[in-house]
């Protein structure tokens, strides 16, 4: 079983700066894509970005391309989210996910972490 652990976040004044990682334990991570999503207060989660299991192929949702980069370390067995430009409309609960099927354009997002919080003040 897999388990995956974020951390990173914070409270971050608009305009700053967060490296999230996403550690995992149980199985190696070299063989699974990867995905970040977030969930704000009242809000259903939502898909943020992910990447193949060997780093090639990235893909993000239009609210963050630019600001946003998904990267990994497989022999670290890490993942990470660096945010640029923080806005208080990022403020969530950050979720690390990895896919089951090997697809990933159709990925089944099974092993889930338990979240970081994320907080940039108005």
């Known amino acids: 079983q897999m388990q995956l652990v974020e951390s990173g976040g914070g409270l971050v004044q608009a305009g700053g700066s967060l490296r999230l990682s996403c550690t995992a334990s149980g199985r190696t991570l070299n063989s699974y894509h990867m995905g970040w999503f977030r969930q704000a207060p009242g809000k259903e989660r939502a898909f943020v970005a992910k990447?193949?299991?060997?780093?090639?192929?990235?893909y993000y949702a239009d609210s963050v391309k630019g600001r946003f980069t998904i990267s990994r370390e497989n022999a670290k067995n890490t993942v990470y989210l660096q945010i640029n430009s923080l806005r208080p409309e990022d403020t969530a609960v950050y979720y690390c996910?990895?896919?089951?099927?090997?697809?990933?354009?159709?990925?089944?997002?099974?092993?889930w972490g338990q979240g970081t919080q994320v907080t940039v003040p108005s």
């Open positions: 990447i193949s299991w060997s780093g090639d192929a990235t």
């Open positions: 996910a990895a896919d089951s099927t090997g697809r990933f354009w159709d990925p089944d997002w099974r092993y």
